[in-house]
């Protein structure tokens, strides 16, 4: 195991949202450089992804796991 991955901290965040709350289309600015593709699913098709190792990372798994069990 690597120093920084028993030291890093991450902060995730939950929330309900509608449409009206969007004020962009997402994916980072322009002329930040950033390729950043929005996919939105629902829970069950994002546990899917878990379940067929297309999502392996833990702080994904982790917050899915989250909310699967009643978390807000």
């Not at 991955?5 to 930040?32: C, I, K, N, Q």
């Not at 929005?38 to 190792?53: D, I, K, P, Y």
Request: negative net charge.
């Amino acid at each position: 195991m690597s120093p920084g991955a028993s030291t890093e901290r991450l902060h995730l965040f939950v929330t309900e949202y509608g449409p009206g709350d969007r004020v962009g289309h997402g994916g980072g600015m322009r002329g930040e450089g950033k390729d950043i593709e929005v996919l939105e699913l629902t829970l069950s098709q994002a546990w899917e992804l878990v379940t067929t190792g297309r999502i392996v990372d833990a702080k994904t798994v982790l917050l899915l796991q989250h909310v699967r069990l009643g978390g807000t």
